[in-house]
């Protein structure tokens, strides 16, 4: 056991600051043991509040050299440095506070603070590195003006950048130089950036709407510099689209970003130097999936979009995290739209949304989009706070309309510029511009778990009405026994016999359209339509436009119905997953023993159909993950839920065998890679063609396989046969393939990690032994974040039959790597440790195998405070 519990940090206990900072003057000097660091702050006594004679300021794992006040050496009596706070006694109202720190970047492997990655500095302070770096008012409601002077030695580190823009730079003695950078925007110590390294410039330019010329920088290692060209190209797309859908434009005269190796999560948005993490970033269609341009597409959105969603108005507290995840999310997901198909985003989103967050959201993990407490707030980086927390805003703009939500934003964004706000003043923004009361609506922030939406329908052929009742409800969640109704906009049509939209009329209203939203306020709701001659098919909750649970009992008849008619295209994939989870379902509790016909004669439809959107094809045809599945399963049996899943997928297969031979044929690989829609939809639809007939041991699919390997221009394709003959149980192959692909790409570490991940993910290929082998591997690191990730977390995220092993031998595993990577990097390890949270979701023998393993990582003496709050909130 730790010898003491972390304290647990209260929203209701936030105050302002005693003190404010309005000027900081950093002087930073590199070297190859360390790194010294000058701080001058200006600060002064905030006025408003009550005056208090300590100023405390932040530190951890700092060597204090030296403490000035106003350029006077202060004595030993005037101040206090203890675990993680300078106390500076008897603080005059307005001071020059200097402070000098030596640290270890060098030994920093926790990549918060200041830190080396392949031979470069750089730096990851939100949520607090900050104070990993200098003793600091380590808040985000403390906003000050940054001066950055860099120096370290010229050949080994040209490039020194920080935040804002370049003011000066000049040679120093013994080989060094400094570059000083200022930033004219106040800005809290999170979005602080440094790097220093002997990097690759990569130039563009952007013109912003009035006319300002921006200079676009890309900064890589050299074997990077062929990687640059998706990122940047994206760059440039979501500058316009922020102008133009927002009407936000750029600030400073340079945009940075740089590639990191070494990363704890995906980027991050400093004040005009975005940081990334090398996987989501970099890309060739040689080295990079579809799925890889997808995501570097939205995360280059994300950060940049962030310069005013987060910079320009940014958080009060760390409890206000989803005031800019959340709506950066909304903002970056509607960019994607805008760029590919709505329908497929829409459908990617849900899916994560479902499958993670509300896994989360029923777990002992369960927050509100605002939590009211935490113990470490690198643990809140949550898909709660930012995908539910994005679920949030879209419902204001579906409740709002477009242009009233745009208003909403403009007075946001207008009200607020320099501020550290709340997530209240956004939905008070929204009001005021719109004239909507959001009181009810406000709910969502405060209260966890997921909502279900129960739906009862009843049709009375005399008086030609239908009506339609939807109750709400919402389970417990830690610290929430009961909740109140929430506010909430559904969308809803109704399809005739023919399969067409109805026109929608209510009793005693105008009619409304083929589509309508309904407000949902109440526990229970009633609404009649009139003039529906016939009983129609419901189309519920179209586009998602709530994250909630749907009941209705759907006849698998009214779910063909809906899949081959529905004019909303996300129901239209939502019902294929539904018939596909129904016909599971009867398998693995054994009510059925054959896979229904009707799946077979819906899936074999759809193949054929080359009206509709061939992505949208790819994605219906995709079965419900394993991970999904458990999710809608209480007392869930993986090993049942899996076989059955796998009983669908070979029948498929065998039934479809030459519709899928002829569908691959049909969608031919270009001569050259393009990032469009139209070929990504082809590469999707050719490698699930493969993959499914792989799953059944096709031999001539195995040639195909085999050649597309061979032959492929991309990655997408490579990779896709090679997962599918990885997947498949021609061993031979899957290891001719596997070390062939290893000896081209082994000098490319993001081309590693989806080797390793392929493996690791794989229930044939990623079975225990194969997982602690490929730890074992020359490539494998446990101090690169991306490594672990793609084998441990790949293996007990994705890899779901193979963790959840009989045995509990998963379990015991992921413990004992929890147990390893804890004290090196605890924001990583308590990432990893979460799945073997989710013990309540399983059958009891599978649940106390789990808890065991938790209670192994509980019983270590030295648990990190982040491992800490996730494994006893786990146990609890
Ligand atoms: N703000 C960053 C992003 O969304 C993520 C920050 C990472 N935070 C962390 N504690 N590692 O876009
Ligand atoms: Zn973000």
Redesign the pocket.
């Known amino acids: 056991m730790r010898t003491s519990e972390p304290k647990t940090i209260r929203l209701k206990d936030y105050r302002e600051p005693p003190f404010l900072i309005d000027q900081v003057d950093l002087r930073v000097e590199l070297f190859e043991d360390g790194a010294r660091v000058h701080s001058r702050l200006d600060v002064r006594r905030n006025p408003s509040v009550q005056p208090e004679s300590e100023l405390h300021l932040d530190g951890e794992d700092l060597k204090l050299e030296e403490v000035t006040l106003n350029g006077e050496h202060l004595s030993a009596s005037r101040y206090v440095v203890e675990d993680s706070q300078l106390t500076i006694r008897d603080m005059p109202d307005s001071a020059v506070v200097g402070v000098v720190t030596w640290i270890k970047p060098q030994e920093n492997t926790r990549?918060?603070g200041l830190y080396k990655s392949s031979g470069m500095f750089c730096t990851?302070c939100?949520?607090?590195?900050f104070r990993r770096i200098t003793y600091y008012l380590d808040r985000p409601d403390v906003m000050a003006r940054f001066r950055t002077r860099i120096e370290a030695d010229l050949k080994r580190y040209p490039i020194l950048l920080a935040n804002g823009n370049e003011v000066d730079r000049s040679p120093l003695e013994e080989g060094r130089h400094q570059v000083t950078w200022e930033d004219p925007f106040p800005k809290p110590a999170?979005l602080f950036a440094l790097v220093g390294g002997d990097l690759v410039e990569r130039h563009d330019s952007f013109e912003t709407v009035s006319g300002r010329n921006v200079a676009l920088r890309m900064y890589v290692e050299p074997r990077n510099q062929e990687k640059c060209d998706h990122a940047l190209a994206a760059l440039k797309r979501a500058m316009r689209w922020d102008e133009e859908v927002y009407g936000r434009e750029y600030d400073l005269d340079v945009f940075m970003i740089v590639a990191v190796d070494d990363f704890?999560?995906?980027?991050?948005?400093n004040k005009g130097l975005n940081i990334f993490n090398s996987s989501c970033v970099l890309a060739s269609p040689e080295t990079a999936t579809d799925a890889i341009y997808d995501r570097i597409e939205s995360?280059v959105a994300?950060?940049y979009f962030?310069n005013w969603s987060?910079n320009r108005v940014t958080c009060r507290d760390w409890f206000q995290l989803s005031l800019?995840?959340g709506f950066?999310?909304f903002r970056d997901s509607e960019y994607s739209a805008d760029q590919g198909s709505r329908t497929v985003n829409r459908i990617d989103s849900v899916n994560m949304l479902r499958t993670a967050q509300f896994a989360e959201d029923s777990g002992p993990m369960a927050h509100p989009i605002r939590p009211a407490e935490y113990m470490e707030?690198?643990n809140f980086?949550t898909v709660t706070i930012?995908e539910k927390g994005a679920e949030v805003v879209r419902m204001i703009h579906s409740l709002l309309g477009p242009e009233l939500f745009r208003a909403g934003s403009d007075l946001y964004f207008e009200r607020h510029d320099g501020q550290a706000v709340t997530t209240d003043d956004f939905v008070r923004a929204m009001e005021d511009a719109s004239g909507r009361d959001l009181t009810q609506f406000r709910r969502w922030y405060d209260q966890a778990g997921t909502p279900e939406l129960a739906i009862e329908d009843s049709y009375d052929a005399a008086s030609q009405t239908y009506r339609l009742s939807i109750s709400q409800s919402c389970p417990p969640t830690p610290g929430q026994p009961e909740k109140a109704p929430f506010h909430l906009p559904f969308e809803l049509g109704l399809l005739g016999t023919d399969g067409q939209d109805l026109e929608l009329q209510l009793e005693g209203s105008e009619p409304s359209g083929r589509s309508m939203v309904l407000d949902i306020t109440e526990p229970r709701q009633e609404f009649v339509f009139t003039n529906i001659t016939a009983r129609p098919v419901p189309s519920l909750l179209r586009g998602f436009t709530a994250p909630v649970r749907l009941r209705y009992p759907w006849t698998r008849d009214q779910l063909m119905f809906l899949i081959s008619h529905d004019s909303d295209g996300f129901n239209r994939w939502d019902a294929s997953q539904r018939l596909a989870t129904d016909v599971i379902e009867a398998l693995a509790e054994g009510r059925e023993a054959e896979v229904d016909a009707r799946l077979v004669s819906a899936c074999s439809a759809l193949l054929k159909n080359d009206a509709l959107d061939p992505a949208l094809v790819a994605k219906m045809l995709s079965l419900p993950s394993l991970a999904y599945l458990i999710e809608l399963t209480p007392s869930a049996d993986v090993l049942k839920l899996h076989q059955a899943r796998e009983q669908v997928l070979t029948s498929l297969a065998r039934s479809l065998r030459d519709d899928l031979h002829e569908v691959y044929q049909r969608h031919p690989a270009p001569a050259a890679y393009r990032y469009t829609s139209e070929d990504m939809a082809a590469r999707a639809l050719r490698n699930m063609a493969l993959a499914w007939l792989l799953s059944i041991n096709d031999e001539q699919a195995l040639k195909l396989a085999r050649s597309q390997y061979g032959q492929a221009n991309n990655m997408t394709d490579r990779l896709g046969a090679l997962r599918a003959v990885v997947n498949s149980d021609f061993a031979e192959a899957r290891q001719t393939l596997l070390d062939d692909f290893y000896q081209q790409w082994q000098a490319d570490p993001q081309v590693v990690e989806l080797w390793f991940a392929v493996q690791a993910a794989s229930p044939q290929a990623g079975t225990l032994p194969h997982i602690k082998a490929l730890m074992e591997h020359a490539a494998f690191d446990w101090k690169n974040p991306n490594k672990v990730r793609s084998v441990i977390g790949a293996f007990a995220g994705q890899n779901l039959v193979n963790f959840h092993a009989p045995d509990g031998s998963g379990y015991s595993f992921l413990a004992e790597q929890v147990i390893r990577l804890d004290p090196s990097n605890p924001?990583i390890a308590a990432r990893l440790v979460s799945p073997l949270t989710r013990w309540k979701k399983f059958k009891p023998e599978t649940a106390d195998a789990m808890q065991r393993a938790l209670r192994e990582v509980m019983g270590q003496p030295k648990l990190s405070r982040d491992t800490y709050e996730i494994v006893s909130k786990g146990l609890s």
């Open positions: 990549l918060e990851q939100e949520a607090e590195g999170y704890n999560m995906g980027a991050m948005e995360i994300h950060e962030h987060g800019k995840e950066t999310v707030i690198t980086y930012y924001q």
